[in-house]
């Protein structure tokens, strides 16, 4: 679904295409976490559905979305750059 996501977003947005490193998810299920990282997204977890024990495979988890804004989301984001680099 992420996969799908990314390619419609990415025409929608005017952007052909859409690099899925530039995009982050937000989950709160292992499962969840997987399927973005398998499309090559960012993973924000949130502690909704399981501790964040569980969600150690996301880039950051946070146990409420009000944790979250959009500085935090560019910081995750640029974070993801330089690593790719």
């Keep these: 679904t992420y996969q799908l996501a990314i390619e419609r977003l990415g025409p929608a947005c005017g952007v052909k295409p859409l690099d899925p490193r530039h995009c982050i998810a937000i989950e709160d299920t292992p499962a969840g ?3 973005a990282k398998s499309a090559g997204l960012g993973v924000v977890a949130v502690t909704n559905s399981c501790p ?6 996301a880039d950051k988890v946070i146990g409420s ?3 979250l804004n959009f ?6 984001a640029q974070a993801r750059g330089q690593e790719q680099r």
């Design 71 to 76: 500085q935090a989301m560019v910081g995750l």
């Design 52 to 57: 964040a024990t569980d969600l150690a495979g």
């Design 33 to 35: 976490i997987r399927s």
């Design 65 to 67: 979305l009000l944790e």
